[in-house]
């Protein structure tokens, strides 16, 4: 299989995009099938010159990036996603020094994630070695050094650890039907010596805003763009079969579309709030705007799953289909933690106050 080098200095440009976005979708049939290649589109991303950058300089071009990649082929975004958040969560919690080897080693290849979520036995400190583990680790394999969170007494506590030991690698822990190409799965962290740790930051600081909650505006891109993806697969399917034009099929495809375009404003300004970039913007502002993001983007790829599944009917669940790997994608990948407490937080930051709801867009 052919991985072409995709020979520019940067990914400034549309059609610059365009052609890393060709090759990402080019492979992703391959990768959701074998499980393997994917970390040669990550050397994609790297010959593109995107994995230096956190993105919070220029938070709206970020969020169409991650939307466009999405679109192309989501696990790599996935993985994509977890590396900026890494390097945001160094700059904004870690000391200059960290910052510095931080793009130090990311300049001789290493490639980062943010493993949250804890095992049967959560993270924490066992003396001096650490003992438990992390599931849902995406990119075993792939990232060669991850942000764990390790368990307090009062407050989690977050670091920079290698994780390129394949011995401590459970990619068998994964066992749902979508996303397999991000080699996800656990990863047992006991028995590691707590000086191997680069500690970032005050115990809590992981989840302080901006920036915990305040984040949720890249997975919100993500979800947009896999659904514009998704879109687009089931335009061509029936476009081949000569149906696109029918009017059953506009009428169910065209309402999620209209929405999706729409979103895509509303990522793109959560993106700026999220990232405090805005003068008037409070950190609360940020948490709602980034939330309701998550929530509306997931609420629209929800409807776009249920009218391409009518579109394209029976053939879209058999092998191979195109609209009906990326849909299985999609679905996984909506199943993020916390959508209710996110509701309730939104809805009491805009409704359950004295102030207009116009005030959310100042």
């Keep these: 299989m052919n991985h072409p080098r995709i020979d520019q200095a940067a990914m400034g440009g549309a059609a610059d995009l365009d052609a890393l976005c060709r090759a990402l979708a080019r492979h992703a049939p391959h990768q959701h099938r074998s499980g393997d290649g994917i970390d040669r589109s990550v050397t994609l991303l790297r010959q593109a010159d995107l994995l230096t950058d956190s993105g919070a300089a220029d938070p709206a ?111 068998g822990d994964w ?8 080699r996800s799965g656990g990863h047992d962290f006991a028995g590691i010596e707590v000086d191997e740790v680069d500690w970032i930051g005050a115990p809590g600081c992981y989840v302080t805003e901006p920036g915990f909650v305040s984040g949720v505006w890249r ?50 300004r959560a993106a700026c709030f999220g990232e405090s970039t805005t003068n008037t913007a409070t950190p609360e502002q940020g948490v709602a705007l980034s939330a309701a993001a998550r929530l509306l983007t997931e609420e629209i790829a929800q409807q776009t799953i249920a009218a391409v599944e009518q579109s394209v009917g029976l053939v879209h669940f058999s092998q191979g289909s195109e609209t009906g790997r990326m849909a299985e994608d999609l679905a996984t990948y909506l199943r993020q933690a916390a959508r209710d407490a996110l509701l309730l937080r939104v809805g009491r930051h805009t409704l359950d106050t004295p102030r207009p709801v116009w005030e959310m867009l100042p």
């Design 61 to 171: 071009a970020t969020a169409r990036r991650l939307v466009r990649i999405a679109g192309a082929n989501l696990s790599v975004a996935r993985l994509y996603e977890g590396h900026i958040n890494a390097l945001r969560i160094v700059e904004m919690h870690g000391s200059a020094a960290q910052t510095a080897r931080v793009a130090e080693i990311v300049a001789k290849g290493a490639f980062l994630g943010v493993w949250g979520a804890d095992g049967a036995e959560p993270v924490r400190v066992d003396g001096h070695a650490l003992r438990g583990a992390k599931t849902f680790a995406s990119g075993l394999g792939t990232v060669t050094h991850a942000i764990i969170t390790v368990a307090g007494d009062d407050a989690p506590r977050i670091g920079l650890i290698d994780v390129r030991d394949a011995s401590r690698h459970h990619p």
């Design 219 to 268: 997975i919100a891109a993500l979800q947009l763009g896999a659904t514009f993806g998704l879109l687009d697969a089931a335009r061509r399917h029936l476009g081949g079969l000569e149906r696109m034009g029918a009017e059953a099929q506009l009428t169910r495809l065209t309402p999620p579309m209209m929405r999706a375009l729409a979103a895509e404003t509303f990522v793109r």
């Design 175 to 182: 066992a749902m039907r979508g996303m397999r190409a991000t």
